[in-house]
């Protein structure tokens, strides 16, 4: 089976601009995990979605950020406008339940923003 | 959920068992131990969890000390393709303990 799938796998893109990160969970998941990671805070999660809705975005850093998930096998997290400290390597994550289960990582977007 | 303790960097050598401490000395009685890795570049992998018993699976052994505060994930013969970032996690279960908290975690490389 495919694992999950991000796209893209790189962006590079000018202060100001719209970003969108696009993720398919592994079939048949019905909960998911976008995560950011960087070199002074290490993997922190933004978001989490259980059968498409959104339980926990605490960890979304501001208005600027976006996530939805439109159906069980597409999720979309969007900056607009992005700056130069949202650069970082985004991760989308994916289980079968919530809580017990083990989550299962994508290869990462990673994102720089000049 | 309790917080670890895991060595910054560890060295192994290919073919040797490498072993991974992490200490968790405020750990509940309904936490579980995880173990995830981070090869450069790639996403976390999940490799094990276990409660109070020992467990094994094709990946690794996990070892959880008899009074829960410590634990040590095992790779019996480590290759190089096993130097990666490795991450000790306590979460509870059920509930809305979905959260997954990555520490700074142990550098493990593997030497040929």
Redesign the interface.
Known sequence: DAG?IQSPRHEVTEMGQEVTLRCKPISGHN?L?WYRQTMMR??E?LI?F?NNVP??DSGMPEDRFSAKMPNASFSTLKIQPSEPRDSAVY?C?SSFG???E???????TRLLVL | DAKTTQPPSMDCAEGRAANLPCNHSTISGNEYVYWYRQIH??????II?GLKNNETNEMASLIITEDRKSSTLILPHATLRDTAVYYCIVK?????????????GTLLTVNP
């Open positions: 999950v909960s995990f290490g993997l999660l989490y259980n339980i926990d991760f994550a919530g809580s017990e083990t989550q299962y990582f994508g290869p990462g | 570049s790639q996403g976390p992998q999940y969890h509870k279960s059920g509930g809305s303990n979905y959260k997954l908290t990555f520490g700074k």
